[in-house]
């Protein structure tokens, strides 16, 4: 049983430029959920999506948006970006069931803004 | 709102000592409280989870951790502490099947 991956593993942008991070939800599951990591911090939410339709958003600016498509997959864009915007994005995955809260995370993408 | 502190940015214990990772909570409703682990350089891995179930909740790798509503505590241990138990922690809150709000990290070191 395939856990939830994404790509790619590192990246390097520069400042101002565009990148698009991918994610695929552990099998069986249909939500998906986006994570900041700054260096040496928790992660910050950034927004989850499910049935295709952005369900919630964290304190994020509109540089920051995302899409799921009808196999669950989903991607993170990130516009316009800025040395702050370096992180480990992590994705995460879920089961909209009631009584169920468990996200299984990714190993995450490594992105570096010079 | 909720959030979460994870008290003691770092903790160094001797192996074979135990552990002790501590955490408030704070939540207008009732919580699910997680703990996480990451080794460096990857993602996070869920160590156990309260969903109000029962208050002493046991997870993977010996850890355990005990709800208590009337200290907001979600504090996490283990009897004994492993070299391989050297890693990141994070505790979490969510309200529903939503996003979930991290603490900022415990760095659990474990002296030979």
């Known amino acids: 049983d395939a856990g939830v991956t994404q790509s790619p593993t590192h990246l390097i942008k520069t400042r101002g430029q565009q990148v698009t991070l991918r994610c695929s939800p552990k099998?069986?599951?249909?939500?998906v959920s986006w994570y900041q990591q700054a260096l040496g911090q928790g992660p910050q939410f950034i927004f989850q999506?499910?049935?295709?339709?952005?369900?919630q958003r964290g304190n994020f600016p509109d540089r920051f948006s995302g899409h799921q498509f009808p196999n669950y997959s989903s991607e993170l864009n990130v516009n316009a970006l800025l040395l702050g915007d370096s992180a480990l994005y992590l994705c995460?995955?879920?089961?909209?069931?009631?009584?169920?809260?468990?996200?299984?995370f990714g190993p995450g993408t490594r992105l570096t803004v010079t | 709102a909720q959030s979460v502190t994870q008290l003691g940015s770092h903790v160094s214990v001797s192996e074979g000592a135990l552990v002790l990772l501590r955490c408030n909570y704070s939540?207008?409703?009732?919580?699910?409280l997680f703990w996480y682990v990451q080794y460096p350089n990857q993602g996070l891995q869920l160590l156990l989870k309260?969903?109000?179930?029962?208050?002493l909740v046991k997870g993977i790798n010996g850890f355990e951790a005990e709800f208590k509503k009337s200290e907001t505590s979600f504090h996490l241990t283990k009897p004994s502490a492993h070299m391989s138990d050297a890693a990141e922690y994070f505790c979490?809150?969510?309200?529903?099947?939503?996003?979930?709000?991290f603490g900022s990290g415990t760095r659990l070191s474990i002296r030979p």
């Open positions: 995460a995955s879920s089961l909209v069931v009631a009584g169920s809260d468990e996200q299984y």
């Open positions: 939540s207008s409703v009732p919580p699910y």
């Open positions: 099998s069986g599951h249909d939500t």
């Open positions: 309260y969903t109000s179930a029962a208050t």
């Open positions: 979490a809150v969510s309200a529903s099947a939503s996003k979930i709000i």
């Open positions: 999506y499910y049935e295709e339709e952005e369900r």
